[in-house]
């Protein structure tokens, strides 16, 4: 069977669209996957004992504060795959990644909780312990009570203070309707390097706050961002203690329920890494998407006028005009190739979401 000129042609032009669209999507599945090959030296293991499982609990994580999380960098995947597989009292062994040398305020965690006086310790992703503070009885009688804003410590606080101080911070109860301002005592029990409260929260003032519910809830976190957001989360009472330190989990739930709360593993697993690349952060997924398939249209674009002056020199000069006709036809192709499986990976996503929170 003779094969024209064209029929070469497209069949060329077909290779050329499937290759691009392949390399696209390797690409893309390459970027999406930098932040699980980190450099094994942040890489840590953990041992985190199960005290209870509560499976329906896992995923309550991922709609209330995962559009937040993701803003500053953060993602948390709590290890779907495991559902099911552990029972009370089992050791299951988790992975970390800790970020090297970044501190940012939603890499802090409420370490530990002790006793009536509700004192707990701000634990550092990648250094000790920073420093124990214990609220004042009038701070934990307030079921909504947030600190807002801290005044009172400032830089050219620094050395002033030693282990023992009775400090008063200023604080401001963000869900009452007039905004009252409190005063909250704490005293310095622990300090790393002579620095002050502010620089060891990373409190920014009007952006930051601690949102404490003990009236409500069994859950103690310290959140990061935007105050509107957190007003929504703060009307569900319902509040998630995070941990870096996994060993610390059977002993702050024990506690709890010893004041009479319902504690609960979030997860079986919990794993978080941070988006260490700035750019893909900034532009998002979407854009990397746009970028990549922008970029291997115009790669074969370029590979196709290789092909037609290759021919041309072989005196196939008919073919100049098939590639005026067709061109866009080509482009067409491509971005509906890469848009379908751009959106069955979606579906398939979206599906595993939905049975996850079945």
């Not at 896992?58 to 500053?72: A, F, G, N, R, Y």
Request: with cysteine.
């Amino acid at each position: 069977m003779n094969v024209t000129a064209n029929q070469k042609s497209t069949l060329a032009f077909m290779m050329l669209v499937c290759l691009s669209v392949f390399l696209t999507n390797l690409m893309f599945s390459y970027m999406m996957s930098i932040n699980q090959n980190l450099d094994e030296r942040i890489l840590k293991n953990e041992k985190l004992k199960i005290v209870k499982v509560n499976s329906r609990l896992t995923h309550k994580l991922v709609p209330q504060v995962k559009e937040q999380l993701q803003e500053d960098g953060v993602q948390i995947m709590p290890g779907v795959q495991d559902r099911g597989k552990f029972t009370v009292g089992e050791v299951k062994e988790i992975k970390q990644w800790l970020p090297p040398g970044t501190l940012l305020f939603h890499d802090y965690t409420i370490r530990a909780i002790d006793g009536d006086s509700g004192s707990f310790n701000l634990m550092g992703m990648d250094q000790d312990v920073l420093g124990v503070f214990d609220l004042s009885p009038h701070m934990l009688s307030e079921p909504n009570s947030i600190i807002l804003n801290i005044t009172g410590l400032s830089e050219q606080d620094k050395g002033k203070y030693k282990l023992g101080d009775d400090i008063t911070l200023t604080y401001y109860d963000y869900l009452s309707a007039d905004d009252n301002m409190h005063q909250l005592q704490l005293k310095i029990t622990g300090f790393v390097n002579n620095t002050n409260i502010l620089d060891m929260l990373h409190l920014h003032p009007e952006t930051s706050f601690i949102h404490l519910d003990l009236a409500k809830s069994a859950f103690i976190t310290t959140y990061y961002g935007n105050p509107k957001t957190y007003d929504q989360i703060g009307k569900a009472n319902e509040f998630y203690l995070y941990f870096t330190h996994a060993d610390d989990i059977s002993e702050a739930i024990a506690t709890l329920e010893r004041h009479n709360f319902n504690a609960y593993v979030i997860g079986d697993v919990i794993k978080g890494f941070v988006d260490y690349s700035s750019f893909i952060h900034k532009i998002g997924v979407t854009g990397i998407a746009v970028l990549l398939v922008t970029f291997f249209m115009i790669l074969t674009y370029l590979m196709k006028q290789m092909l037609f002056i290759r021919k041309r020199e072989i005196g196939l000069y008919k073919i100049i005009g098939y590639r005026s006709r067709h061109i866009f036809h080509i482009l067409f192709w491509e971005i509906a190739i890469s848009s379908l499986l751009g959106a069955l990976g979606g579906l398939g996503s979206f599906s595993e979401e939905l049975s996850h929170l079945a």
